[in-house]
């Protein structure tokens, strides 16, 4: 079973940026879409990025043009570069395949706050 481990998060003022990096335990990100979703206390986890395994990328209306997501399949690496953060991306961000999910990581906590 394929593992992933998120990793990157922490607490930034609003306007910074982080990395996110999830790096999976097989080459899946060569083979499958994946994904960054993230989850705000008391909501649903949503799907914000994806990125197929030929590189086209979607994001959800509130991160476009801020995030950007990209990977290095040699790597088995997905990464979240997050610019002009704003305390509404407050949430703890998992990333997994949309098409083909496999366990959920322990996820990494993003906090946007003055």
């Known amino acids: 079973q394929v593992q992933i481990v998120e990793s990157g998060g922490g607490l930034v003022q609003p306007g910074g940026s982080l990395r996110l990096s999830c790096v999976a335990s097989?080459?899946?990100?060569?083979?499958?879409?994946s994904g960054w979703y993230r989850q705000a206390p008391g909501k649903q986890r949503d799907l914000v990025a994806t990125?197929?395994?030929?590189?086209?990328?979607t994001y959800a209306n509130a991160v476009k043009g801020r995030f950007t997501i990209s990977r290095d399949a040699a790597k088995n690496t997905v990464y979240l570069q997050m610019n002009n953060l704003k305390p509404e991306d407050t949430a703890v961000y998992y990333c997994?395949?949309?098409?083909?999910?496999?366990?959920w990581g322990q996820g990494t906590q993003v906090t946007v706050s003055s």
């Open positions: 097989g080459s899946v990100f060569s083979i499958y879409a």
């Open positions: 997994n395949l949309p098409a083909a999910p496999v366990d």
């Open positions: 990125i197929t395994q030929w590189g086209s990328t």
